[in-house]
């Protein structure tokens, strides 16, 4: 992966269109806010810019993108905290936000919400891991760059995520009925 | 916890993000047929991490118009300029795996070097299994998909730059209002001025696809030559091949299949903000709602396999998916998961039961 922006507009816009709504989600996860977190991103793509010559010597640009968008969240969080060490342990698990499912999804939706409210309740560090993986589409290495863990660590941390969502009891339960239905009906 | 449940979620957990090794994904096959019950425990929490896991808001409406304009305060931008300084333009996508890959790769050279083209021929084609990617005279640069095949001139004289595609392309149309870039195909003719597009248009079957990304084009059937169509950016057109019938025996030639089309909208994949119909640029294989009839065909092309299916109904069933780099064995394993069917592979011969 190289890359070397140069005096082309429109490369970059693309490299925004693709990647600033990843890192949005990423940065409000852990300011908070809307605007705060539009602004950090809009500082990484100015440093991206401003980087642009020198872009060759980077290895992996999202790890790179990431991991400025954290420094720069961790960055406001201390200025606007009070004096506790702010580390990605201490994030809240913030407010929650209920998609739509689509039609085409095999469990109900009661399900599948429980699913999503349990990702919502999971401890900050391996919420976050979760949303790096799953919905930015990271690797874990890019992950353990990004948030500066070892990779085990976010190994770990997605296998007791997944278990979580795996071991719910409404799924359980629903596992339980399908097979005593299908039995009834043999 | 029982030991086993732990490493059963740790392997489930490694399987759905990717990152499961071959040995990893054979210790979870096994364990699944060791305990099937947990199979449909695997099924719900694969198809929950498709389709439904959570996912926070994006950027609000433009986001990206702010961020100019607080770029241009701090640093000038330069001026729009057409043509100017051009040089040698890598830009590393979303796909980015650890094996490294470039999804958009933008090369323009200098017009007043010495450099000869890359390709001087006057056609390129594909053969199933391969992609390809070409820049055209104009600076138009063209991605083309397995089994296709683009022919074009060494240089576009005339008024128009024309092309022929048999297959499927993707273009990035160089600007150029003076001379309209245009694309044959056996159903459509596709006229662009300076725009993103993909076109499908495969002889065996049944329907010619244009996908606009960006920019305006006019489309013109053959059928109906007088009645244009404009596509505007995430518009799909979907036009029957003549050849072709719906049940594909050969069609009379005064058969109306020129009215039944339909103009819709792309679906975008969720994770790339990306039209379906373009992942194969980035080297993903996708299908969005097709039948199994469809995803066979695309993947013939895709692994140069040939794919048999021996039940009618079963070639109707619809699926859904993207894969990046999976091998043949895994995409076939996923999409047995999900159908419920029997397959072999052999050589290079795929077979799907019921």
Known sequence: ?186 | MHPREDQFWLLVSLRLSGEATPEESAILDRLLEERPEMAARLDAVGDWWSHAAPRNPGLKKGALQRHLQRLNERENLPPRRRGGRRLFLFVAGIAASLAGFSFFVYQWTPKHSNATPAVAHNSISTKSGSKSKIQLPDGSQVWLNSDSRLIYCETFTGDAREVQLCGEAYFDVAKDPGHPFVIHTNTIDVRVLGTTLNVRSYSNEKNTEAVLIHGSVEVTLHSDPQNKIILRPNDKLVVPNANVAADGKAAKPDMDSGRALSLGRVHFNRRDSVAVEVLWVKNKLAFDKETLEAVALKMERWFNVKVDITDDALKQMEFSGVFEEEALPQVMEALRLTGNFHYTIHRRVVTIRP
């Not at chain 1, 809307?34 to 990484?44: F, G, H, N, P, T």
């Not at chain 1, 720069?72 to 702010?86: G, H, K, P, Q, T």
């Not at chain 1, 979760?130 to 941390?157: H, I």
């Open chain 1, 1 to 186: 992966m190289r890359i070397a922006l140069y005096e082309d507009l429109k490369a970059y816009k693309q490299l925004y269109e693709l990647l600033a709504d990843g890192l949005y989600r990423f940065s409000y996860s852990m300011v908070r806010s809307a605007e705060v977190a539009e602004e950090i991103v809009s500082d990484v793509f100015i440093k991206l810019w401003q980087m642009r010559a020198r872009l060759s010597e980077v290895d992996n640009l999202r790890v790179y993108l990431y991991t400025i968008a954290r420094n720069c969240s961790l960055n406001y969080l201390e200025r606007n905290a009070d004096s506790r060490v702010i580390g990605l342990e201490n994030l809240d698990s913030g407010t929650f936000v209920e998609g739509t499912s689509p039609a085409d999804l095999c469990i109900s939706a009661d399900l599948a919400n429980q699913m999503r409210r349990i990702v919502q309740q999971l401890p900050p560090q391996c919420r976050l891991i979760f949303q790096l993986v799953r919905e930015e589409g990271l690797r874990y290495k890019e992950v353990a760059a990004v948030l500066d863990v070892s990779p085990y660590t976010v190994r770990n941390q997605l296998a007791i995520a997944m278990q979580k969502i795996g071991e719910t009891p409404l799924l359980k339960g629903m596992l339980l009925k399908d097979m005593q239905q299908n039995l009834a009906e043999k």
